[in-house]
Nanobody, 115 residues
Framework: QVQLVESGGGLVQPGGSLRLSCAAS????????LGWYRQAPGKQREMVAT???????KYADSVKGRFTISRDNAKNALYLQMNSLKSEDTAVYYC?????????WGQGTQVTVSS
């Protein structure tokens, strides 16, 4: 069983930055596909960024050039550096770990971008 706990969300002004963290326990972090997803009110959950065991990365078009995903396997930690935040980035952000047919989710952390 894997437990994922996100942190680092909060209220930030447009143009600001936040760094989200996801700590995993209960299982080794690698090998696994790790990702950040978000869900805004009234919308479906969407992929924000994904990082694979070999290091390849995928971003949603809406965050390319602004967000950076990274992982530290030694610390069982996943990060999302978010810069140049926009109001449309407001959502609950979730981290996920996928290994084979199993997928685990954290409880989410709220990010609100507002002046």
């Amino acid at each position: 069983q894997v437990q994922l706990v996100e942190s680092g969300g909060g209220l930030v002004q447009p143009g600001g930055s936040l760094r989200l963290s996801c700590a995993a326990s209960g299982s080794a972090f690698s090998p696994a596909v790790l990702g950040w997803y978000r869900q805004a009110p009234g919308k479906q959950r969407e992929m924000v960024a994904t990082i694979y065991s070999e290091g390849s990365i995928k971003y949603a078009d809406s965050v390319k050039g602004r967000f950076t995903i990274s992982r530290d396997n030694a610390k069982n930690a996943l990060y999302l550096q978010m810069n140049s935040l926009k109001s449309e980035d407001t959502a609950v952000y979730y981290c996920s770990l996928r290994r084979g047919s199993l997928e685990y989710w954290g409880q989410g952390t709220q990010v609100t971008v507002s002046s």
